[in-house]
């Protein structure tokens, strides 16, 4: 081979590893539904095609890309060897010619930058700009690659897998780093100023939207606003009336035997129609009622009710007693925050983390979720501990105490000042937290301080 034939190689093998390399961080940082409009746009059938089987294992074909990459960088490697060391064959050749140590390294030298420079800086930027356009115009390419190279992906799945299992790592594991990866640059956002605490609070709720289950979200089963079985008109009006609520769960006995569902609009539909000068019958204008396990996530839920075509869904424990109800509102409410409609009195709903920064203090609903209350405390620095025996902040009261407190009543757990502000007979309702005196919340306690203190 001449030396003027491996700069040709090395130079063609450079202009391919841009190429490839373009290509390959493009996919890396794929927007995919920018992507998608441009390829609909183009009114292409079969570049939209293309474009539809990339997006369906962008990782395969990211890792088809790497291979001619690799080799397009080795080509110029061998190409700019064979440039320096292989001067022309035959006999003016001399010995003299033949290039120095010094003239090698410097060449491989300024090849390394020129591989830099062509192969990862310049297809780095077209990446950033340009990477949707690329890869549109160049899909054939990306396309012919993944499927002559496709073995080499089944390669790397099992190499993957095996890796995966040596390092004990489980799908879950890496589906919840992931999740805490997208957190994390939620996080940046916040404090850049790209987002505020609202959207993050959104963003955060969505992100963990397939996780949370019903349970976490229903109106628990004693705070249901539920109508007993009757035939008596006036008492079914007044309920409805004074209740605010347009469906409203119906049952006999007791709340584990829901019959139906009353919608306020069936009502009023019988009661403007000619059945109204006959006998009222309650059973005739219920609806049947939907049945959801506690443990169902919110995203099946949705599913199901909009499937079902309704807004309501009773929700029964593992004995098959009705644990509470929830609503598609219930849901909105989960991602975008508490709505109140005109039935609703302000005052009637404070908020669930009322903070006070002066005196450090909060004001909690103690319904709520230790969760969500610690995410309020945040701004004071506070945490209430989470256990296995209690999900709510009233079950962290009452296992603190080992009963039911009165309103009034004080004590310190884990560091912290617990006030009852307000308790019924069977609940806590909301409660004051503050840090205790010489209190170490967040730390661990010493034996004298891990003891919980009552005082009423």
Request: net charge negative; aromatic share 6%.
């Amino acid at each position: 081979m001449s030396s003027t034939l491996g700069l040709v190689i090395a130079l063609a093998a450079l202009a391919a590893s841009a190429l490839f390399s373009a290509l390959h961080l493009a996919l890396l940082s794929l927007v995919r539904t920018r992507l998608g409009d441009m390829a609909e746009e183009a009114d292409h059938p079969a570049q939209l095609r293309r474009v539809e089987r990339i997006m369906e294992d962008v990782d395969g074909h990211s890792i088809a890309l790497g291979f001619p990459r690799i080799v397009a960088t080795l080509l110029v490697v061998v190409g700019l060897l064979f440039w320096i060391a292989a001067p022309e064959v035959g006999p003016e050749a001399l010995p003299a010619e033949a290039p120095t140590m010094l003239h090698i390294l410097l060449t491989l030298l300024v090849g390394s930058g020129a591989v830099w420079l062509f192969a990862f800086v310049v297809p780095s930027s077209i990446a950033d700009h340009l990477g949707e356009r690329l890869l549109l115009r160049m899909s054939w390419l990306v396309r012919g690659v993944y499927l002559l190279l496709r073995p080499l992906g089944s390669l790397h799945r099992l190499v993957d897998e095996i890796v995966r299992r040596l390092a004990r790592i489980s799908p879950e594991s890496e589906a919840e780093e992931l999740e805490a990866e997208l957190l994390s640059v939620v996080e940046e956002g916040l404090a850049e100023g790209q987002f505020d605490e609202t959207e993050q609070d959104m963003i955060e709720a969505v992100v963990e939207f397939k996780n949370t289950t019903v349970e976490e979200i229903m109106t628990p089963r004693t705070e249901v606003n539920a109508l007993e079985y009757t035939d008596d008109l006036g008492m079914v009006k007044a309920f409805v009336r004074d209740g605010g609520h347009s469906r409203i769960p119906v049952y006999r006995e007791n709340l584990d035997h829901i019959v139906g569902v009353l919608y306020a609009k069936d009502l009023l539909h019988w009661m403007s129609s000619e059945e109204a000068d006959g006998l009222f019958s309650l059973e005739g204008l219920l609806r049947a009622a939907v049945f959801v396990p506690e443990t169902k996530t919110v995203r099946e839920l949705m599913a199901e009710l909009i499937s079902r075509k309704v807004h309501i869904a009773m929700v029964i424990d593992e004995y098959g007693g009705t644990a509470g109800l929830v609503t598609i509102e219930d849901i909105v409410e989960e991602v975008f925050g508490e709505i109140q409609d005109e039935y609703e009195d302000p005052d009637e709903h404070p908020p669930e983390v009322s903070i006070d920064a002066q005196s450090r203090s909060a004001m909690i609903d103690a319904r709520i979720r230790i969760d969500d209350a610690n995410d309020g405390l945040e701004a004071i620095k506070l945490e209430i501990p989470e256990d296995e025996d209690y999900d709510t902040v009233a079950g962290f009261v009452t296992a603190s105490l080992g009963r039911i407190p009165c309103a009034g009543e004080a004590f310190v757990a884990d560091d912290l000042a617990v006030e009852v502000l307000d308790a019924e007979p069977t609940r806590v309702v909301r409660v004051r937290i503050s840090p205790a005196a010489n209190g170490t919340n967040g730390k661990e306690p010493s034996d004298s301080e891990s003891h919980t203190q009552a005082r009423s």
